[in-house]
């Protein structure tokens, strides 16, 4: 757990014992949306298993950036996209890329816990049927080995048929992040996923976070500087729209290069 006391962060979770290879290259990236550039030439590797924070102060760009990751700025009309993501040898920001499939491999969970007006179940199960799986026997499986993987299966098992919406919320968020795993993705983009909940379930998250990461991706786009510094291996310090700093959480934590990140981490403005 972190220690924060006169601005020293001390780390226990998330030494880079070894850099993992990259799984998402970005290249260049610059986001519009109309006449207001968003996000600007962001080049960032994303390294596998392991988990990236993207931190900075509000309107920075983080939320936009994140939504790229698996084309959900699509969805908005005014937002328009230049650049590389490279995954799989594929740049998933080409028009051609199939988003359906893609949303598949690059799950997403928000901010505020959204689960389906659905049962506990059906939650999980929804997007499985969606995506063809007919046979109850693995639907079954699948709801019992993501609610397993989130710390929920125990805690639901006898009302998987209850409406989701009567769980807690922070219960929701893992049900959200159950459902993400449902599609066996290999990258999960997280938009400040505990900003909306308690104190003990935030810690709860941030603990599955760490477990996860052995199995996923993970970025998350946080506001909360210790919560990077808890959990993140690689921090990226984004400022009106540029990334400033990249590095290892260690590294933009005790010894940042630029005067805006120390600033930054320090409390001086945000
Ligand atoms: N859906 C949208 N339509 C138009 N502009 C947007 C939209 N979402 C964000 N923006 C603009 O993009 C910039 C970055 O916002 P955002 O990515 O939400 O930042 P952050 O997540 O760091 O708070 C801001 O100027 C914001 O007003
Ligand atoms: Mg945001």
């Not at 972190?2 to 290259?25: A, D, G, Y």
């Not at 040898?89 to 007006?117: A, H, S, T, Y």
């Amino acid at each position: 757990m972190i220690e924060m006391k006169n601005n020293i962060v001390s780390f226990t979770n998330n030494t880079v014992t070894q850099e993992r290879p990259v799984q998402l290259s970005v290249e260049h990236v610059n986001i519009f949306y109309g006449e207001n550039h968003a996000v600007k030439d962001v080049t960032i590797p994303i390294h596998e298993k392991s988990i990236t924070a993207l931190i900075g102060p509000s309107g920075c760009g983080k939320s936009t950036f994140l939504r790229t990751i698996n084309r959900m700025n699509d969805l908005i009309p005014s937002a328009r996209c230049e650049g590389t993501i490279n995954y799989k040898e594929v740049n998933i920001l080409n028009p051609k890329v199939d988003v359906v499939q893609l949303r598949k491999e690059i799950g997403m969970v928000f901010q505020q816990p959204n689960p389906f007006p659905k049962s506990i179940s059906e939650n999980i199960q929804l997007p499985l049927r969606f995506a063809g799986v007919r046979s109850k026997k693995v639907l079954k499986q699948v709801t019992e080995d993501c609610l397993k993987q989130v710390g929920l299966w125990d805690e639901v098992k006898d009302r998987l048929d209850r409406s989701a919406t009567s769980l807690s919320g922070g219960q929701q968020q893992r049900l959200c992040i159950a459902r993400a795993l449902a599609l066996k993705p290999d990258v999960i983009l997280l938009d400040e996923p505990t900003s909306a909940l308690d104190p003990v379930s935030s810690a709860k998250i941030e603990e599955l976070l760490l477990e996860l990461k052995n199995s996923y991706t993970i970025i998350i786009v946080t506001h909360n500087m210790q919560q990077a510094a808890r959990i993140a291996d690689y921090t990226a310090f984004f400022y009106q729209g540029e990334l400033v700093e990249f590095g290892t959480t260690k590294t933009l934590f005790t010894t940042p290069e630029k005067k805006s990140t120390a600033d930054y981490i320090s409390g001086r403005f945000g």
